[in-house]
């Protein structure tokens, strides 16, 4: 639709009739003309951060792993699969962009914390660096 100003403007100067078919000798000279509008969407970034409460813990502590998803002026929504190494240790609900994931009963060893994304209709996918947690026996 055009703005209102502008469609006042050729009211007002008479010009009104061009855009519409009027019944008049020149309705012949207003041929229609195809109009065509491309659109691609692009997604944009996504940033997908953890961070561990604790970088060592003694076995049978908790950790607590924050995560955040950031995209500049596009709301995040969606889940985000927090793992260790290669394994799906939980998958969680953003709000605002944001998860709390709290870990109990860890293996004595090193675990290698990440968050992945799989993006939106608006996103794309992201995958965050690791975080490495430390559990050591009591």
Request: aromatic letters at 6%.
């Given at each position: 639709s055009w703005p209102t100003s502008f469609v006042n403007f050729h009211v007002k100067t008479g010009l009104d009739s061009y855009w519409y078919t009027s019944g008049g000798g020149a309705d012949a000279k207003k041929a229609p003309t195809p109009v065509v509008v491309k659109y691609t969407n692009v997604k944009a970034a996504s940033v997908?951060?953890?961070?561990?409460?604790?970088k060592k813990v003694k076995l049978g502590q908790k950790v607590k792993l924050k995560v955040k998803i950031k995209a500049a002026g596009v709301p995040v929504t969606g889940t985000a699969t927090v793992m260790d190494k290669k394994k799906?240790?939980?998958?969680?609900?953003?709000?605002?962009?944001?998860?709390?994931?709290?870990?109990?009963?860890?293996?004595?060893?090193?675990?290698?914390?990440?968050?992945?994304?799989?993006?939106?209709?608006?996103?794309?996918?992201?995958?965050?660096?690791?975080?490495?947690?430390?559990?050591?026996?009591?």
């Open positions: 997908a951060t953890i961070k561990a409460s604790k799906v240790v939980t998958k969680g609900a953003l709000t605002s962009g944001k998860a709390k994931v709290k870990l109990k009963n860890l293996a004595k060893g090193k675990h290698k914390f990440w968050v992945t994304y799989p993006g939106s209709s608006l996103l794309q996918p992201s995958t965050s660096p690791k975080v490495v947690v430390k559990v050591k026996k009591r």
